[in-house]
């Protein structure tokens, strides 16, 4: 029987696969490069999926779209657009050459991640090249279709370490009716007793955004709080969350709408490195935490659940121990311009994990020609 052929640039990334393994030779793959500070071992060879570009099908009243892996986000954001969708989970781009196959391998989320969910939430079905070459299928176009394990939800956030994606199908939702951005006056811990307050109400709670603002001349502790649904829903309430809480403000959208995508993008001013020494660490812990005992500077985000602080890489014990300490994990996000001074970006693996981590890879990748140090 003759071997399946695939068109050109899928071909060409089957190629180049067969010929790491046969050479011995580590890959690293690629898509827009726009998350490449990601990336722990640079020096393996990069494979890029940037030819293999096209929306495939999109099924409006379906809600699912199909796209291979170098299509641009920027592209299948604005065909979602056009038919009034979105991605709820507001995937991060950091850079117009954000990719589809990137946003899903990276499997990071924007503000709304807390009550939206993750990217692997909304993956439906992907197409993968194993590290044999094999172009493989996993899943499909509709949510319950999938017997045994969901290897396609596994691909988000994998980094490129089980396999290319080739193609995904996402389910995608309509655009919010109605949208409010709130803003207070609090500092951290009252900020996180409102938020979890809030959080028991029927309200339409999207994202939420706690921060210090150091542009403006008495340095504010300011609590963002963005609402989206049903018009009725979204307007009683802002009256209600303004009436329990006084002093608060209703921004204008189009003020509002680009400091969400500054926030999701890490563009505001909060994210510019305050000395080339420091590092951005990302704490993920419960939604209830309380106010962490760290003196450096905080961006609050997802109701508690995400906190971004800068600080040395030296002070990472200190740093670790805290996020543990309420059953949370910590990272460094963004290497300090000075480097990581041999500090693990991440917290090592339980023994559980690692197992079934290696197990992983042993199956999707057996000879190893993906570069599979642990990613962010």
Not at 39 to 46: L, N, R, S, V, Y
Request: glycine letters at 10%.
């Amino acid at each position: 029987m003759s071997e399946l052929t695939h068109p050109a640039p899928l071909q060409s990334l089957v190629d180049s696969l067969r010929a790491a393994t046969a050479e011995g030779r580590r890959l690293r793959i690629t898509g827009g490069g726009t998350k490449a500070f990601l990336d722990e071992e640079p020096g393996a060879t990069p494979l890029s999926t940037a030819g293999w570009t096209g929306i495939v099908s999109h099924e409006p009243t379906e809600l699912v779209i199909t796209a291979r892996s170098g299509t641009p986000l920027s592209e299948l954001e604005a065909a979602l657009a056009e038919a009034g969708q979105c991605l709820p989970f507001e995937p991060p781009h950091f850079g117009p050459a954000a990719t589809v196959g990137g946003m899903v391998a990276a499997g990071l989320a924007g503000p709304a991640r807390a009550t939206a969910g993750s990217v692997r939430d909304y993956v439906l079905g992907v197409q993968l090249i194993n590290g044999k070459g094999e172009l493989l299928t996993f899943g499909g176009q509709v949510m319950k279709n999938v017997a045994g394990y969901d290897i396609s939800r596994l691909m988000a956030g994998s980094r490129g370490q089980l396999g290319v994606i080739a193609e995904v199908s996402l389910k995608v939702l309509p655009v919010a009716l109605a949208e409010a951005t709130l803003v207070f006056r609090l500092g951290q811990h009252d900020a996180l007793e409102q938020l979890h307050r809030w959080g028991g109400q029927p309200l339409p709670l999207n994202a939420s955004c706690w921060v210090r603002d150091d542009t403006a001349p008495d340095h504010p502790e300011l609590l963002f709080v963005r609402l989206r649904g049903a018009v009725a829903a979204v307007e009683a309430a802002c009256e209600r969350m303004l009436r329990e809480l006084p002093g608060g403000q209703r921004m204008d959208n189009a003020q509002a709408g680009p400091d969400w995508v500054a926030c999701r993008e890490q563009a505001l001013p909060f994210f510019e490195a305050p000395a080339p020494d420091l590092g951005l660490w990302r704490l993920s812990v419960p939604q209830t935490a309380p106010v962490l005992d760290l003196p450096w500077p905080q961006l609050v985000e997802w109701q508690g659940a995400q906190r971004w602080l800068w600080a040395p890489v030296t002070e990472s014990a200190r740093i670790r121990a805290a996020a543990a300490s309420v059953q949370g994990h910590a990272g460094l996000f963004r290497v300090p311009a000075t480097g990581a001074g041999g500090v693990a970006r991440f917290d090592a693996e339980s023994a559980a994990i690692q197992t079934i981590s290696q197990r992983l890879r042993a199956a999707f990748d057996p000879a190893g020609v993906f570069a599979a140090g642990k990613k962010a």
